[in-house]
């Protein structure tokens, strides 16, 4: 894969980081997103600190990933992932792919990601989008679709 | 997609966290895929602290991201990204498609994902492995494979 230049500045990756660049952040999302929805549930399975855990999920309501409820009967809150959350599910793959293949050791669980029946492996790949079909990363190209400013030079390379 | 139980201890979205989960390390290493190799050139784009910045290109070379060599002529040094952090394109993909959607506006850079001759644009998707055919997340199940405990119960959904 080429990266080719592009500015820092605006950049989508720097512009989701500022999101969801921060790992207690990343790790309340993949608990809500597995149906985990209530304050001492993210304490309990993140051991984060109390503050730290009503900051992050005050910051995450304001950010429009999860939303706030009212639990019917309890004075507790539910909190559930948005579309916005939801749609974090490549970062997500991505991320248990990686540190499973790099970071991982035999007490790693193994995240297996199958068609919805079962029965087919599947995994994240770049696909041409007129077809569908698997394309090696190797052989994709990224550029700035919108250039801001003339190119930059000095690649070091 | 549905994301059913498994353990938060040694599950690999927080092993890579560990190591990735800091959105300075994030953009350090989208940098150095870009072809940056010098602390200047970090510095210049990231605008980050000296500090800051040398402590971070110090953890990446102790977790095997980045490679330290001499530049000959000079008493500098150059960072080269190694093979375990190239093989973050797709956690770095799903991040720039992410926030181009949900974050980005008018101003922010597009990334243009194509197959290497330009000719063809490609996206991160899910792919069934035995034939490589693109399959829709909605219909992709993840499961642990290889459970350390009984399954959890208590889903609060």
New interface residues.
């Given amino acids: ?8 500045q ?14 207690w952040t ?2 309340i999302l ?2 809500a ?6 304050f001492e ?1 993210f304490q309990g ?2 051991g984060i600190s109390r503050n730290l855990l009503a900051r992050r999920l005050k910051q995450l309501v304001a950010d429009g990933l999860l939303e706030k409820t009212a639990i019917a009967g309890s004075r507790r809150s ?1 909190y559930r992932p948005t579309d ?1 959350a939801g ?18 050791d035999a ?10 029946d ?1 029965a ?11 077809d ?4 090696d ?1 190797s ?8 250039p ?1 400013r003339r190119r930059e030079t ?4």
């Avoid at 749609?87 to 991982?104: C, S």
């Fill in positions: 894969m080429t990266l080719k230049n592009y500015a820092s605006k950049c989508p990756i720097a512009e989701a980081l500022r999101i969801v660049g921060d790992q990343i790790l993949r608990d997103l597995m149906g985990y929805s209530r549930e399975r993140l539910a916005k749609d974090l599910h490549f970062v997500l793959a991505a991320l248990a792919d990686w540190g499973g293949r790099w970071q991982g007490e790693t669980t193994r995240l297996a990601y199958t068609t919805d079962g087919t492996p599947v995994g994240l790949r770049f696909v041409r989008l007129p569908g079909t698997a394309v990363w052989d994709v190209r990224v550029e700035r679709s919108r801001r000095g690649q070091s390379r």
